[in-house]
Nanobody
Framework: VQLQASGGGLVQPGDSLTPSCVTSGFILDYYAFGWFRQAPGKEREFVAFINWSGGSTIYGDSVKGRFTISRDNAKNTVYLQMNSLKPEDTAVYYC????????????????????WGQGTLVTVSS
């Protein structure tokens, strides 16, 4: 089982970026996914969650209205569209997969997730 996050980079405030998380070794349909981020010196923060069908999405307060999580099961890929980026969005972004039936109730809990990707760095700076 592997999750490979990519698509980070250096952008200016107000720009957009869409990191992706390509998975392998398991059937995507049976998993929910989350994106988390961790800035230097800070704890890992919940960013977004999508359930197995894509019909339910949940966002952290700091990204609501700016970020959109989506999935393409046929491509084994989960996306995080990030708009109106701010310097405080600078962090390493991690994708994670969950089989927990209650993940929708506790999407921000790290313990809900079975597998994690290696992270992709997003830097927002002028």
């Amino acid at each position: 089982v592997q999750l490979q996050a990519s698509g980070g980079g250096l952008v200016q405030p107000g720009d957009s970026l869409t990191p992706s998380c390509v998975t392998s070794g398991f059937i995507l349909d049976y998993y929910a996914f989350g994106w988390f981020r961790q800035a230097p010196g800070k704890e890992r923060e919940f960013v977004a969650f999508i359930n197995w069908s894509g019909g339910s999405t949940i966002y952290g307060d700091s990204v609501k209205g700016r970020f959109t999580i989506s999935r393409d099961n046929a491509k084994n890929t989960v996306y995080l569209q990030m708009n109106s980026l701010k310097p405080e969005d600078t962090a390493v972004y991690y994708c994670a997969a969950s089989t927990a039936k209650v993940a929708t109730l506790y999407p921000g809990r790290v313990s809900m997730y079975d597998y994690w990707g290696q992270g992709t760095l997003v830097t927002v700076s002028s």
